[in-house]
């Protein structure tokens, strides 16, 4: 499928979202991230640790850095304000200074958007796209930065995967995501500034994931760019039969699959192995 381009405005930052996908790499700063990665799991130091981890990514390919201080995790419950502003805040100050991509903050609470963008931070990767707040948005368009609305089945990670039912996935998703754009460019942001992610994972059955993906050219009626984030997903090991440490194949055919039908952006954990997949994949596209 050949994609439309568009470009993002993050601050100081411009992404060419179409010529060749970009790849937002995944920081955890968690201690109960479900791939065993989050850096407040391995490293007393965990400003360091993300740091280091973070110029590695920049060096094997990453345009984005995304830093999330909160599980989403299926069943994972939700963390204060407080605690959450604790362990991101830090590394993102630090990553301001050493690494030149965009950064980007995994949070859907305006208090911690507010200060990593204060901080650094260009985008804020919002979980809860579709139930958006408008003190969050009031907080992208005051540092000029970008926002990525994503669609979450269900009201939280604690009970988005209990009694799942769409009539029609596809354009419920699509709807959603067009009400919440409205509400952004309502309040006043800019069109060039909003990415669109159908959230494959958030209140989905497997068989749901894997129809996002195969129908991903049906959400380029938003006339956005497509954010996709499979990396070492649940679906992908009950599929396959494998655990979040085995699954960098299965990650790796459904990022091809994802570029393939239209993804602009994919999310990932091993930046190094997708920047190949990727790069072979906009090689087949061109």
Avoid at 42 to 67: Q, S, T
Avoid at 98 to 127: C, E, F, H, R
Avoid at 224 to 238: A, E, N, Q, Y
Wanted: proline fraction near 4%; hydrophobic fraction near 40%.
């Amino acid at each position: 499928m050949k994609r439309r381009n568009f470009l993002i405005h993050a601050r100081h930052h411009s992404l060419s979202c179409g010529p060749q996908t970009k790849i937002m790499a995944i920081i955890n700063v968690t201690p109960d991230s479900f791939s065993q990665d989050g850096c407040l799991q391995k490293h007393k130091d965990y400003v360091r640790a993300a740091c280091r981890l973070a110029k590695g990514f920049v060096r094997e390919g990453a345009d984005i850095l995304d830093v999330g201080g909160e599980s989403s995790r299926p069943g994972a419950r939700p963390v204060t304000v407080k605690e959450e502003l604790r362990r991101v805040i830090p590394v993102i100050e630090a990553l301001k200074e050493q690494v030149p991509v965009p950064i980007s903050v995994d949070t859907y609470k305006p208090q911690v958007a507010q200060a990593a963008l204060k901080a650094g931070a260009s985008i804020v990767n919002n979980i809860k796209g579709t139930q958006v707040q408008r003190s969050l948005i009031k907080w992208v368009c005051e540092y000029n930065a970008a926002i990525v609305l994503m669609h979450m089945g269900g009201r939280s990670p604690a009970t988005m995967q209990r009694k799942i039912f769409y009539r029609n996935l596809i354009d419920e998703i699509i709807v959603s995501l067009k009400k919440s754009m409205e509400i952004c460019l309502d309040f006043g942001l800019k069109l060039d500034k909003i990415i669109v992610d159908p959230g494959i994972g958030f209140g989905k059955t497997v068989e749901h994931n894997c129809e996002i993906i195969q129908r991903l050219a049906d959400f380029a009626q938003l006339r956005r760019p497509i954010l996709v984030g499979t990396s070492r997903k649940s679906f992908i090991g009950k599929i396959l039969g494998n655990d979040e440490k085995e699954r960098l194949l299965g990650t790796g055919a459904t990022v091809c699959a994802s570029v393939m039908n239209g993804a602009h952006i994919v999310r990932v954990h091993d930046v190094a192995a997708m920047a190949k997949v990727v790069r072979m994949t906009d090689a087949l596209l061109s």
